[in-house]
C-alpha cells in the first residue's frame, strides 16, 4: 500500500513539474516512480528522499512560476505533494 501511494505521488509530481516547464525535476519523479514499482523499495525510497536533502537551489527551493509570476495553486499542490511523498516514505522507516 504504501509503495503503491509513493508511486502515484511520484507520478502527480512529474505530472506537475512538466506542466509548469519544469521538464528535468518532471523527468527525475518519473524515473522515481518506476524505480519504486520495479525496484528494492529499501533502496529507491532512499533514492528518493536523496532529492529533499541540500542546500540552496535543491528541489525544496522550487518556486513555480510563469513569465515572472509565482503560480500560488500550483505551488500549493507541489508543497502538498512533496510532503505526502516525503511523509509516506519515511513512515515506520
Keep these: 500500500m504504501k509503495q503503491e501511494k509513493a508511486i502515484l505521488l511520484c507520478r502527480q509530481l512529474a505530472q506537475l513539474l512538466a506542466a509548469a516547464g519544469e521538464q528535468q525535476y518532471a523527468a527525475i519523479f518519473n524515473d522515481y516512480a518506476i524505480g519504486l514499482a520495479e525496484g528494492d ?8 528522499l536523496q532529492t529533499f536533502k541540500g542546500g540552496m537551489g535543491s528541489f525544496n527551493d522550487l518556486v513555480l512560476h510563469k513569465d515572472g509570476t ?20 519515511t513512515v515506520n522507516w
Design 70 to 89: 509565482q503560480l500560488g495553486a500550483q505551488n500549493n499542490e507541489l508543497h502538498r505533494l512533496k510532503e505526502a511523498l516525503y511523509n509516506t516514505i
Design 41 to 48: 523499495w529499501d533502496v529507491e525510497k532512499r533514492r528518493v
